[in-house]
């Protein structure tokens, strides 16, 4: 929505300034919990390693990732809606509780979740698919450890059948509780995790990556 202002209105902002003002709204206007992450992603498209400081500084590095490892890790990408909805922000107030509590070591979770970013990115960028693989499982092992309420009986049930039948690694994506899961999966086994997947309450959704982000223009 804010990107078609711009245009509208022909207001000189960068993305840096876009995905700011959209943090602005929704965390502190609207007084939704929640990270920086998403509103950066959306502005700036394609793969970016995100660095946030202190002061509400960000520094978005985009990664040259070879053609060939995009399109290896997209075609082995399999993203499944788990068919429930979830108050995301109050998942994230829960998290947030925890770690400034440091309940359950989840502050240390959090801490291996950063360190998982930097592996991600060197994994992305050699092509390492085993090693991309194995940072998936430990960053999920260790978001689980960040609040109670990231996984349930459904999210394990979903995990468990999907590495059954052939993925190597998945998580959940965003606040957890419900909504999207992502899987690792060799491009040979995929129809067999499709099909398991497909015995449960979810389903599978197309998913592409993209170059760019947030667009408009003038019909």
């Not at 940072?135 to 260790?142: I, K, P, T, V």
């Not at 979903?158 to 059954?164: D, G």
């Not at 998945?170 to 997947?197: D, H, Q, T, Y």
Request: proline share 2%; glycine share 10%.
């Amino acid at each position: 929505m804010l990107k078609a202002f711009v245009e509208y209105l022909n207001v000189p902002i960068d993305d840096y300034l876009l995905a700011k003002t959209a943090y602005d709204i929704e965390r502190k206007d609207c007084g939704f919990q929640g990270g920086r992450q998403d509103q950066y992603a959306t502005a700036f498209g394609g793969f970016n390693f995100m660095e946030f400081y202190a002061n509400e500084r960000a520094v978005i590095n985009p990664l040259r990732i070879k053609n060939w490892i995009i399109t290896e890790f997209e075609s082995s990408l399999l993203l499944y809606f788990t068919g429930i909805s979830r108050d995301s922000s109050r998942i994230i107030a829960s998290q947030s509780n925890s770690v400034a509590a440091n309940k359950g070591g989840a502050l240390d979770a959090m801490k291996e979740l950063k360190e998982e970013a930097l592996y991600m990115k060197e994994n992305l960028l050699r092509g390492d698919f085993s090693g991309l693989a194995a940072s998936f499982r430990r960053g999920w092992e260790s978001k689980k450890r960040s609040a109670k309420l990231i996984s349930n009986s459904c999210i394990e049930e979903s995990y468990n059948a999907a590495i059954k039948s052939g993925a190597v690694a998945g998580k959940v994506s965003g606040a957890g509780g419900g909504g999207f899961m992502m899987f690792i999966v060799p491009p040979e086994r995929r129809m067999n995790v499709v099909r398991e997947l497909s015995k449960l309450n979810g389903i599978i959704v197309p998913a592409h990556f993209t170059k760019h982000g947030v667009q408009s223009w003038w019909l």
